[in-house]
């Protein structure tokens, strides 16, 4: 997911960038036009020369293909963001697919899978004790059974620590 909105994340970087070429482009080609305007109306008078000329012309015709290969990079960049924005989708769905919810609320007793390990559809991942519906059977001593009544007060602790308290049913 990360690596996705990285991904993501360059590729807006990509098409400031590339419209910024396209804005240079754009003025260079302004600039060089108005060059090329200025040396045509110094020629009327004979003070420009037909290289001078040329070499505006060249000067401008680069400058256009200039603008068109930011233009293609603007598209490829485009395009590049539609992909990346695509993949962030899909990895969202996949992270959101591999949400692992219990249907109840308990405790976990047992995990049954090792860090790394990719879980297979349908297949439990953990065990799972159900807290309303947990049952513990207690030995009692014989001359201690006669003070031990129904509903009265338990306290249990877990493995984990967590103390439990229940009653006799």
């Not at 994340?9 to 080609?29: E, F, Y």
């Not at 302004?30 to 305007?37: G, K, N, T």
């Not at 012309?57 to 293609?72: N, P, V, W, Y």
């Not at 609320?105 to 159900?130: E, F, N, Y």
């Given at each position: 997911?990360?690596?996705?909105?990285?991904?993501?994340?360059?590729?807006?970087?990509?098409?400031?960038?590339?419209?910024?070429?396209?804005?240079?482009?754009?003025?260079?080609?302004?600039?060089?036009s108005a060059e090329?305007?200025?040396?045509?109306?110094?020629?009327?008078?004979?003070?420009?020369?037909?290289?001078?000329?040329?070499?505006?012309?060249?000067?401008l015709q680069q400058?256009?293909?200039?603008?068109?290969?930011?233009?293609?990079?603007?598209?490829?960049?485009?395009?590049?963001?539609?992909?990346?924005?695509?993949?962030?989708?899909?990895?969202?769905?996949?992270?959101?697919?591999?949400?692992?919810?219990?249907?109840?609320?308990?405790?976990?007793?047992?995990?049954?899978?090792?860090?790394?390990?990719?879980?297979?559809?349908?297949?439990?991942?953990?065990?799972?004790?159900?807290?309303?519906?947990?049952?513990?059977?207690?030995?009692?001593?014989?001359?201690?059974?006669?003070?031990?009544?129904?509903?009265?007060?338990?306290?249990?602790?877990?493995?984990?620590?967590?103390?439990?308290?229940?009653?006799v049913t």
């Amino acid at each position: 997911l990360l690596q996705a909105e990285a991904t993501l994340s360059a590729t807006r970087a990509d098409i400031r960038i590339a419209q910024s070429s396209l804005q240079v482009a754009a003025t260079d080609i302004a600039q060089r036009s108005a060059e090329l305007e200025r040396l045509e109306r110094l020629a009327q008078t004979g003070a420009s020369s037909k290289v001078q000329r040329q070499d505006a012309t060249r000067a401008l015709q680069q400058a256009m293909s200039e603008q068109g290969a930011a233009k293609a990079r603007l598209a490829g960049a485009q395009a590049s963001e539609t992909i990346a924005r695509l993949e962030l989708e899909r990895v969202t769905t996949l992270a959101e697919l591999m949400d692992i919810r219990a249907p109840v609320a308990g405790r976990v007793t047992a995990i049954m899978l090792d860090i790394g390990d990719t879980p297979v559809l349908g297949d439990p991942v953990l065990s799972l004790a159900v807290a309303d519906q947990m049952e513990a059977v207690l030995t009692v001593p014989p001359h201690a059974l006669a003070s031990v009544s129904l509903g009265d007060a338990v306290r249990l602790w877990a493995p984990d620590g967590a103390e439990i308290e229940t009653s006799v049913t």
